[in-house]
């Protein structure tokens, strides 16, 4: 599996660009800025990139999503109930004090627990809202690794403050959906580096203690 990871844009956002190295079947995940800078990483990786999957639809998340739909006539996927906040990307530029173009559509809506296939790596979705509607996180049992998005992060967890987030809902989802997955799993977030769920069972205050037992 090819997994690259490009911090991007004034949020220091990580844009992921995965792959089947067989195939050379390749998705971007959460392209939020720089779409330049992400279609030359492309390259580097020999991928086709064959979709464009979005975990959350805040504006550091989708920012280069209408150029590199553009560059790579690839669908965009993500959870219906984020396509409404994907609609507000004006008025999240102008509360952000950011430049923004054009809104791009989305062309399939993902389901909870569905299993989406890059090459021959499957996906699965997990749907984790609380930081955002239809925040989702992508999951591969087979390579140990989640897609966390915003709602985990190394010793932290996603922010509640913005339009349609709960902290008890983001809880539950982590709770629930994340750290019930083996303690080895890789988790690559949205923002900052790294982690795995041991390390934030066991050390992220915000879980005090591991949630799950």
């Known amino acids: 599996m090819i997994l690259e990871k490009l911090v991007v844009s004034m949020f220091q956002e990580n844009c992921y660009i995965i792959g089947d190295e067989e195939s050379g079947v390749g998705a971007l995940v959460d392209p939020g800025d720089e779409a330049t800078r992400i279609v030359l990483a492309v390259e580097q990786t020999g991928l086709e990139i064959a979709q464009i999957l979005v975990t959350h639809a805040h504006i550091d998340h989708v920012g ?16 219906e109930e984020a396509e409404t906040m994907l609609k507000q990307l004006p008025t999240q530029a102008l509360m952000m004090g950011v430049k923004f173009g054009k809104v791009p559509n989305v062309d399939q809506y993902i389901a909870d627990e569905e299993v989406l296939e890059v090459g021959d790596i499957r996906l699965k979705a997990l749907y984790t809202p609380g ?23 190394a010793e932290s967890v996603g922010r509640t403050d913005l339009p349609g987030g709960d902290m008890e809902t983001l809880m539950r989802s982590i709770n629930e959906r994340l750290l019930t997955l083996p303690d080895e799993t890789r988790v690559y977030p949205g923002h900052g580096p790294e982690t795995t769920i041991k390390n934030e069972r066991a050390s992220n205050p915000f879980l005090q203690g591991g949630g799950l037992p």
Do not use: R
């Open 131 to 153: 930081h955002a509607p239809g925040h989702l996180a992508f999951y591969s049992e087979d390579e140990g690794i989640v897609l966390s998005g915003d709602a985990l992060f």
């Open 64 to 79: 280069a999503i209408a150029q590199l739909v553009e560059e790579y006539s690839c669908p965009v996927l993500m959870h």
